[in-house]
């Protein structure tokens, strides 16, 4: 018989599991905090959206439009986790993929990282994120993982296909141009996304 959908072993999630999420982005937002990261927007509202990608509330409100490409780390993550630790269960996988996801919302919020989207994207005006914009960003990664564990194969292909069309025609921008920019700068690339 040929399948067609997730193939995961039924080793079910945990209170402990999700104990250790919850745990791995609390240490990462007292980490933000202590780096010196607004806990909220400057602004003095706190938004579920903000639709706005060149608005300073970029990246400060609880969710925008790169919310979805934390989604597609979850994916992501999912996959190679599932064929490089095939012995670990579905709970330590998402506790890793968390992990690492944490990690990188704590590196890109350094000076380094900041400095370097300023440097070679489009945005300019980037100044970090907010601790609520990195806490919920980790939630969409989970939240990616657990449709990748879940889902057919076929269905997280096409999610993450779906999700990069919809961000590159919405704000040209989407996850694969954002590392594609990030190591390897294109002016061209540029230029489009700035609109000209």
């Given at each position: 018989?040929i ?7 039924t ?7 999700g ?14 905090h202590?780096?010196?990261r ?13 639709g706005?990608?060149?608005s300073?509330?970029?990246s400060q409100q609880?969710?925008d439009?790169y ?6 780390h ?8 599932r064929?490089l630790?095939?012995?670990?269960s579905l ?10 996801e944490?990690?990188w ?9 900041i ?11 980037y ?15 989970v ?7 879940r889902?057919p194969?076929?269905l997280?292909?096409?999610?993450f296909?779906?999700?990069e069309t ?8 989407n ?13 061209a ?8």
């Amino acid at each position: 018989m040929i399948r067609t959908g997730n193939t995961e072993p039924t080793s079910p999630l945990t209170w402990r599991h999700g104990l250790g999420v919850v745990l791995i982005i609390a240490i990462a937002a007292l980490t933000l905090h202590l780096m010196g990261r607004l806990d909220t927007c400057a602004c003095g509202t706190v938004k579920l959206w903000q639709g706005n990608v060149h608005s300073p509330e970029n990246s400060q409100q609880i969710t925008d439009w790169y919310t979805p490409t934390h989604v597609l780390h979850g994916l992501l993550f999912y996959l190679a986790l599932r064929y490089l630790t095939p012995r670990w269960s579905l709970g330590t996988r998402l506790l890793a993929a968390t992990a690492v996801e944490a990690g990188w919302e704590i590196l890109e919020n350094t000076d380094f990282i900041i400095e370097r989207y300023r440097e070679v994207t489009i945005s300019l005006g980037y100044y970090g994120d907010t601790v609520i914009n990195s806490a919920f960003d980790i939630v969409a990664m989970v939240a990616g993982f657990l449709i990748a564990a879940r889902a057919p194969v076929w269905l997280s292909i096409a999610l993450f296909i779906a999700i990069e069309t919809v961000l590159a025609l919405a704000i040209r921008d989407n996850l694969t141009l954002n590392i594609l920019m990030l190591i390897w700068p294109i002016k061209a690339i540029k230029a489009w996304q700035a609109g000209s």
